[in-house]
């Protein structure tokens, strides 16, 4: 019997004040990424978004390393997402007593840590519970490539 093994770790920022559109520029070129290309493009980065973006970023690694003793160099951004949340309000005095409305949006950010090493499936024997053996289940596609051969039509592409 296969049983599904645990390969992500996410990390999940709430209630940052920050505009959602200005974190997902950020978070847009980290996405699929290395941890360590991650880090070094985080640091490069001149966007205020790129600081608790970065703490996520090396607490879901953290998270990664204690709970599935995985190394740093396995591990992969898989997924990042950036929704709005709450919108602070206040008023701001003005002029001839009125108000004004100033609006502070906040976001969350969730980051998913995948490590690529382990594998995903692993075989679970009934017989003797305490041994436990990696399995990958894997599916093999075969895809025939053909090329377009400019020379056998005459030199001439068909436009159909």
């Known amino acids: 019997m296969l049983k599904k093994r645990k390969t992500t770790v996410y990390a999940l920022g709430q209630y940052i004040s920050m505009s959602a559109h200005k974190a997902r520029r950020v978070i847009d070129q980290i996405r699929g990424r290395s941890y360590e290309e991650t880090l070094i493009i985080l640091e490069l980065m001149p966007y205020r978004a790129c600081y608790p973006i970065f703490k996520l ?3 879901a690694a953290a998270s990664a390393s204690y709970n599935m003793d ?3 160099s ?4 898989s ?3 950036v929704s709005e949340g709450t919108i602070v309000k206040k008023l701001k005095p003005r002029a001839r007593g009125r108000s004004f409305p100033i609006k502070r949006p906040t976001c969350h950010i969730s980051i998913v840590v995948k490590d690529i090493s382990l594998d995903e499936y692993i075989e679970v024997d009934f017989l003797d519970p305490l041994r436990w053996s990696k399995k990958r ?3 093999k596609k075969y895809t025939a490539m053909g090329y377009h051969n400019m020379c056998s039509n005459g030199g001439v592409w068909d436009k159909k």
């Open 74 to 77: 396995n591990l992969v951004i």
């Open 137 to 139: 289940k894997s599916k």
């Open 79 to 81: 997924k990042a997402e």
């Open 70 to 72: 995985s190394n740093e």
């Open 57 to 59: 970023v090396y607490s």
